[in-house]
């Protein structure tokens, strides 16, 4: 008998690049959904910042990032942006 393999489901995932490195330092932050790499320490933090707040509000949303729009999408990290 041979086994059914499911088919994995929808996958999506948020990729952030800072290029404003001149430190040396190599940054990358990873998670289930995501990958930050590069940046200063500054734009780092930045980016890491804004795709946290991101998953927080897709799950206020009951949302999960491959369910959401990409106009949704575009208006969240908009939202959850830090100043500079």
């Given at each position: ?36 790499v590069g940046g200063s ?25 491959h369910e959401v729009e ?15």
């Amino acid at each position: 008998m041979s086994k059914k393999r499911k088919k994995p489901g929808p996958r999506a995932g948020l990729l952030g690049v800072g290029l404003d490195n001149g430190d040396g330092h190599k940054r990358v932050t990873t998670g289930e959904s995501f990958a930050i790499v590069g940046g200063s320490a500054e734009t780092h933090e930045r980016l890491t910042e804004t795709v946290v707040k991101t998953f927080e509000e897709l799950k206020h949303r009951g949302k999960s990032l491959h369910e959401v729009e990409t106009r949704e999408l575009s208006e969240i990290l908009h939202k959850v942006t830090p100043p500079r």
